[in-house]
């Protein structure tokens, strides 16, 4: 069964820190661009941060620029998104997807949820005192 799961989410103060975990299985993540993506009720899914699919390049939104960090293990076959400072506006569930990036930019991928092949069930992240 080919799928993503999520994991690392809970719940922290603000100023905090999470990691973020997004393991496949079924498949390899070797040639797939990977995305970070968050939606909360009411609003659509936003992309946060993705990496290409060598890793070489990688994308984040304004809000999260500086304070996330995206990684990738491809011999663990899992991608990491990094949260620090976190704020209570980071509330949200998120959610790791992947494609191949049949070679579009992973800028452009970051934006658009439709083009992502494989999506994970989402771990929820609550940020409050």
């Known amino acids: 069964q080919l799928q993503l799961v999520e994991s690392g989410g809970g719940l922290v103060q603000p100023g905090g820190s999470l990691r973020l975990s997004c393991a496949a299985s079924?498949?390899?993540?070797?040639?797939?661009?990977v995305g970070w993506f968050r939606q909360v009720p009411g609003k659509e899914r936003e992309g946060v941060s993705c990496?290409?699919?060598?890793?070489?390049?990688?994308e984040y939104a304004l809000p999260v620029k500086g304070r996330f960090t995206i990684s990738r293990d491809d011999a663990e076959n899992t991608v990491y998104l990094q949260m620090n400072s976190l704020k209570v506006e980071d509330t949200a569930v998120y959610y790791c997807?992947?494609?191949?990036?049949?070679?579009?930019?992973?800028?452009?991928?970051?934006?658009?949820?439709?083009?992502?092949?494989?999506w994970g069930q989402g771990t929820q992240v609550t940020v409050s005192s």
């Open positions: 997807a992947a494609s191949g990036d049949h070679g579009v930019t992973v800028q452009r991928m970051c934006g658009s949820v439709g083009m992502w092949h494989y």
């Open positions: 990496i290409s699919s060598f890793g070489d390049d990688t």
């Open positions: 079924g498949f390899t993540l070797d040639y797939h661009a």
